[in-house]
């Protein structure tokens, strides 16, 4: 159906005749309603316009190999903070060099891919969001359908001018150990673990402490995604998956380093929920001896 010349004019003859219904349907897709989750054929239209960022969130070797044509790259890994606790969020100033040296500015219009591990892309979205920036995006696809659709790649390093951003933590897509604790059992609060129901049952566990932090229902990330683990589900699972949750209230997710429970956030974002992470999550949780425990299942939504 598509060609598979990465030249950019036959490429885009190709697309466009392919696409034209759902080109012409999402035109400003990125005009005044920045859309959370975004296909690749919306990103492709918008290949060259110069108020979109793409970002490529896998490692520095797979995006010199290969990667969308105009991307800069920006490794989930270089999110984590460098030094005893790596399962944390990077600092302000780590953010700000590794941001800056890719040209993303505070108002810049951000498109973020991965590949088959759609965790990765969640926690540079959460990560994004967390330190202020308004207008960030998810293709709802790995970077292997990209290039199995014909789509324009490039092994050339993208070379944007620095810029001077400036991360700002927004308290409410952030929890700390502290603001878990204060909330525990409160009425107002969800709290939900998305690791798998081995680990939040205590059957299993990535620490040497076993279970789950009291009052979290269990969702595992699993559940929120297709079967290839490369998208989330459409929006109408996604709605039954959360039918229970009450949006209204404020949702804290986490599971073992950040991953899984940034595929949660990005799941309760697309559907307009108020949500945070906890960023030092179970890991952090479990290195507290006089934190509460358990392995009781708590009340919890119907999942598929």
């Given at each position: ?238 709605e039954m998956l959360y039918k229970d ?22 799941s309760l974002r697309r559907l307009g ?32």
């Open positions: 159906m598509y060609s598979k010349s990465t030249e950019m004019g036959s490429c885009r003859v190709t697309i466009l005749l392919g696409f034209i219904a759902v080109l012409t349907s999402h035109v400003n897709v990125y005009a005044n309603n920045f859309n959370i989750l975004t296909e690749p054929e919306q990103v492709y239209q918008h290949l060259e316009d110069p108020s979109i960022v793409i970002v490529d969130v896998r490692s520095p070797e797979m995006y010199h190999e290969s990667h969308i044509t105009g991307a800069v790259s920006v490794p989930v890994k270089q999110t984590f903070a460098i030094g005893n606790r790596a399962d944390l969020v990077a600092s302000v100033a780590e953010l700000r060099n590794l941001f800056s040296s890719s040209g993303i500015q505070n108002e810049s219009k951000i498109v973020l891919y991965g590949d088959n591990k759609f965790k990765d892309v969640s926690r540079v979205f959460w990560v994004l969001e967390m330190y202020g920036f308004k207008y960030v995006s998810v293709m709802n696809a790995g970077f292997s359908e990209w290039q199995s659709m014909g789509l324009p790649t490039s092994n050339k390093k993208t070379h944007k001018p620095k810029s001077t951003v400036i991360p700002d933590i927004k308290p409410e897509r952030f929890a700390t150990l502290l603001n878990v604790l204060s909330s525990l059992y409160k009425d107002n609060h969800i709290l939900i673990d998305g690791r798998p129901e081995n680990e939040y049952m205590g059957l299993e566990s990535k620490t040497a402490v076993y279970g789950h932090i009291p009052g979290a229902i269990n969702i595992p990330s699993s559940t929120n995604l297709s079967v290839d683990g490369t998208r989330l589900i459409p929006n109408q699972d996604l949750i009450d949006k209204d209230k404020f949702t804290t997710v986490y599971c073992n380093k950040g991953k899984q429970s940034a595929i949660i956030y990005l929920a108020n949500v945070r992470a906890y960023d030092g999550s179970w890991y952090e949780w479990s290195l507290y001896p006089d934190l509460p425990k358990s392995t009781y299942r708590e009340d919890k939504p119907d999942i598929m």
